[in-house]
Nanobody, 124 residues
Framework: VQLQASGGGLVQAGGSLRLSCAAS????????MGWFRQAPGKEREFVAA????????NYADSVKGRFTISRDNAKNTVYLQMNSLKPEDTAVYYC??????????????????WGHGTLVTVSS
């Protein structure tokens, strides 16, 4: 699976962004999808994940109530709607694909395919 993330940019605190991740190469609905992020000097961390059908989601505590993950299997795309952004959300955001049997896993090593990332910068 090839993954291409887009939608990052510079936004003020309290603002919103929507990230997209377009998949190609294999059957999109065979994969659960996740978003991870990596801030400078920090480990890559889990943000959100969604099952192959979209029926189950999982969020990091730090983004619950602010971020929403969704997918459109007809368009081979997963989205991350980010609202009420904070400076601490500044990071490179990566989308990733895991075999659907894992469900919306928060664990990095369950994901076999990764996109190149898109930078989100939140100014205070």
């Amino acid at each position: 699976v090839q993954l291409q993330a887009s939608g990052g940019g510079l936004v003020q605190a309290g603002g919103s962004l929507r990230l997209s991740c377009a998949a190609s190469g294999r059957t999109f609905s065979n994969y659960a999808m996740g978003w991870f992020r990596q801030a400078p000097g920090k480990e890559r961390e889990f943000v959100a994940a969604i099952s192959w059908s979209g029926g189950s989601t999982n969020y990091a505590d730090s983004v619950k109530g602010r971020f929403t993950i969704s997918r459109d299997n007809a368009k081979n795309t997963v989205y991350l709607q980010m609202n009420s952004l904070k400076p601490e959300d500044t990071a490179v955001y990566y989308c990733a694909a895991a075999p659907r049997g894992w469900g919306p896993s928060p664990t990095r090593d369950k994901y076999d395919y990764w996109g190149h990332g898109t930078l989100v910068t939140v100014s205070s």
